[in-house]
C-alpha cells in the first residue's frame, strides 16, 4: 500500500509538472494562467497531503507489525520528508505567495517590472519549486527504499 501511494503521489506531481502548469501558460494569458494555477496548487499539495498520510501510515504500521531491520526506518524518513516539504509548501509558501501576488496586484506594477513584490513573489515561487523537488526526490528515493527491502 506504501509503494502505491507514494506511486500516485509521484505521478500527481509529475502530472500537474509536466502537463497541467505547461499547458496553462501556454493557452493563457500569463495572469490567468498564474489565476488557474493558484486555484489547483490546494487541491494539489491537498491530495499528496493525503497520499503522503497514507504512506507514512502504512510504513509505519508495516514497520511496527512485521518488521524491525533498520532499512525500513530509511524508507518512513524519507517519506516523512516527503510530507513535511509538501506541508510546509502548501501551509506556509503558499499563502505567503498569495498574499505576494495580492500586493503585486495591488501596486499596479507593470508585467515584468522589478519591485519588492515582484522579488518576494519570485523567491517564494522558487521555494516552492526547491521544496516540490525535494518532495519529488525523496519520494523516488523512498519508493526504491521500499523496494528494495521486499
Excluded: K
Excluded at 500537474?16 to 505547461?22: E, T
Excluded at 499539495?45 to 503522503?52: D, R, T, W
Excluded at 501510515?57 to 531491520?69: K, S
Excluded at 498574499?99 to 517590472?113: F, K, V
Amino acid at each position: 500500500m506504501a509503494a502505491g501511494a507514494i506511486v500516485c503521489w509521484l505521478g500527481v506531481m509529475a502530472f500537474f509538472g509536466a502537463v497541467i502548469a505547461p499547458a496553462a501558460f501556454t493557452t493563457l494569458d500569463r495572469e490567468a494562467a498564474g489565476r488557474f494555477v493558484s486555484a489547483v496548487f490546494p487541491r494539489y499539495y491537498a491530495v499528496g497531503a493525503a497520499l503522503g498520510g497514507l504512506a507514512l501510515l502504512a510504513l509505519l504500521v508495516r514497520l511496527l507489525l512485521r518488521d524491525d531491520r533498520s532499512g525500513g526506518w530509511v524508507s518512513l524518513l524519507l517519506v516523512a520528508l516527503m510530507l513535511a516539504s509538501t506541508l510546509y509548501a502548501w501551509l506556509v509558501v503558499l499563502p505567503a505567495a498569495h498574499a505576494a501576488r495580492e500586493a503585486l496586484h495591488q501596486t499596479g506594477a507593470a508585467t515584468g517590472a522589478v519591485s519588492t513584490e515582484s522579488l518576494v513573489f519570485t523567491r517564494l515561487h522558487r521555494l516552492s519549486s526547491v521544496l516540490n523537488g525535494v518532495s519529488l526526490l525523496a519520494g523516488i528515493l523512498g519508493l526504491v527504499a521500499v523496494g528494495l527491502r521486499r
